[in-house]
């Protein structure tokens, strides 16, 4: 009898560890799915990285990620919120709806070869400098995990939303004013980095300005007082700005460029533009900001004898935080680990910081999770990802994927970034997308507790407004 009780027993602990092993997130499909893949979305990352496409122009890549979508079981929206390059791909039926976001933009003048030391691969070619091949392979990959899991008859449902432009022409702002956000319960985002670790700053808002000035041309030798220069209001409106630099809030940024100030010394330029980037951590304080630069191009204006007119291209706002979903994939992180190099990827990245002038030729911060850090690069940059977290309560975290000694949008990001050093750590971040979609997918207290402290925090009558107010996306900025 004892004997038989003890088999008994025996046998209902082999059964409760057999539902366990079974109930592992980290045995489920989507994560058999991401390990089983490394060849597949290795070479579909490069195919976006050899793309190089600019913000609005990324045809090829967003059709590529749409085709490989529908291959997989998605039912994809190609040119949503009226932008030929933005979509929206689902799997599954019913709630709760996670969402994951993909970027897939390239920076003009930015291409570099895969080799640890400058090499220019085309000469005045766009080069991925921020990584979104693979912010954008990371993303797909995560979403088809979910689809794998979701598809052995579990519940919900995942959507990957494919945002242009994040590069300033602000595509997830102008998806957000058109809706294409709603519906999704809770948002996973990430960003390539050389380091492991979770978001938790709200960063910037920001908005993007085109300011152009109109004079009057003349030969600049045989009868300058017949002219009125478009350039001298540029450079007296840029001293004006720069001037007001010191009466704004610590915490703000203003920077720009002169893209266009005239043809030839010998001819009064007749036009003049300078674009312009003006950044606080309160979107508020961004548009005093703004209504500050007017008054002052009004002044260069009064001062030159000329006009202005001005367009505002895109418009971010802060990150909305959320400690719920930060702990979620702080957590997931940390079970996912940092990213492991073989002797090849060591010895590339050696190079690489070697030539970079720095005494420390190991990547370690790559194997390894950090926590959050209270200061640094992402409490002073923008991004569009802000204006979504105001829609949906959103998660975001950042996985190395580049090798220390570039800084943002340098020739080395490019560089690593089309490696195979890029790819193992888009897959990690996929893996870490996929668990927390796991855990928002089948833990209701967790979801809500999200939800809960995003109305909290966001309060009862928020409306969105976006920055850039009703106009059409600037297609043609990046040409
Ligand atoms: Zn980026």
Redesign the pocket.
């Known amino acids: 009898m004892k004997r038989t009780l003890l088999c008994a027993l025996c046998f209902l602990l082999l059964l409760s560890g057999t539902a366990a092993r079974k109930t592992d997130k980290t045995r489920t499909a989507g994560m058999r799915h991401i390990a089983a893949s490394f060849h597949l979305y290795d070479s579909l990352q490069k195919c976006i990285w050899n793309y190089a496409e600019t913000g609005y122009n990324e045809t090829r890549s967003a059709d590529l990620w749409c085709r490989y979508l529908e291959s997989q079981g998605f039912r994809v929206e190609r040119g949503v919120a009226g932008i030929p390059t933005a979509f929206v791909a689902t799997y599954g039926e019913g709630g709760p709806v996670i969402g994951m976001m993909a ?1 897939y933009d390239a920076i003009k003048g930015m291409s570099q070869d895969t080799v640890p030391y400058r090499k220019v691969l085309h000469e005045g070619a766009a080069g991925q400098a ?3 091949n693979l ?1 954008g392979m990371g993303s797909v990959a995560g979403a088809v995990a979910v689809s794998k899991y979701l598809a052995e008859g579990h519940p919900g449902t995942v959507r990957l939303f494919g945002c242009p432009a ?2 300033g022409g602000g595509g997830k702002a102008y998806m957000m004013r058109e809706g294409c956000f709603e519906g999704v319960d809770a948002m996973l985002d990430w ?1 390539p980095d050389t380091r492991n670790t979770v978001n938790t700053q709200t960063g910037l808002a920001n908005v993007q300005v085109k300011f152009t000035f109109h004079g009057k041309a003349s030969h600049a030798s045989g009868a300058p007082e017949q002219g009125r220069s478009a350039l001298d209001a540029v450079e007296a409106f840029n001293f004006m700005i720069n001037l007001m630099r010191e009466h704004v809030p610590q915490t703000c940024r203003i920077h720009y460029v002169i893209t266009n100030g005239g043809k030839a010394p010998n001819v009064v330029p007749e036009t003049a533009q300078v674009l312009y980037y003006f950044r606080s951590p309160s979107r508020t304080v961004v548009g005093e900001l703004l209504q500050r630069a007017l008054k002052a191009a009004e002044g260069a204006c009064l001062g030159t004898g000329t006009t202005f007119d001005y367009e505002l291209m895109s418009g971010n706002y802060e990150r909305l935080p959320n400690e719920t979903m930060a702990a979620l994939v702080y957590a997931n992180l940390q079970r996912v680990g940092g990213v492991a190099y073989d002797a090849r990827e060591l010895a590339f990245a050696a190079e690489m910081m070697s030539r970079s002038g720095l005494t420390d030729t190991v990547p370690s911060r790559a194997f390894e999770v950090v926590p959050p850090a209270d200061e640094g690069y992402e409490a002073y940059v923008s991004s569009d990802v802000g204006n979504v977290t105001w829609g949906v309560p959103t998660g975001s975290f950042r996985y190395a994927t580049f090798i220390p000694g570039g800084n943002g949008h340098s020739w080395q990001q490019v560089s690593s970034g089309g490696t195979t050093i890029g790819t193992k750590g888009a897959l990690n971040a996929a893996r870490v997308l996929y668990l927390c979609a796991y855990d928002l997918l089948t833990d209701a207290a967790l979801l809500n507790k999200v939800r809960d402290e995003f109305e909290a925090r966001r309060g009862p009558d928020f409306h969105f407004e976006p920055l850039m107010g009703d106009r059409q996306p600037p297609f043609g900025y990046n040409r």
């Open positions: 970027e921020c990584g979104h912010l994040e590069e960003h």
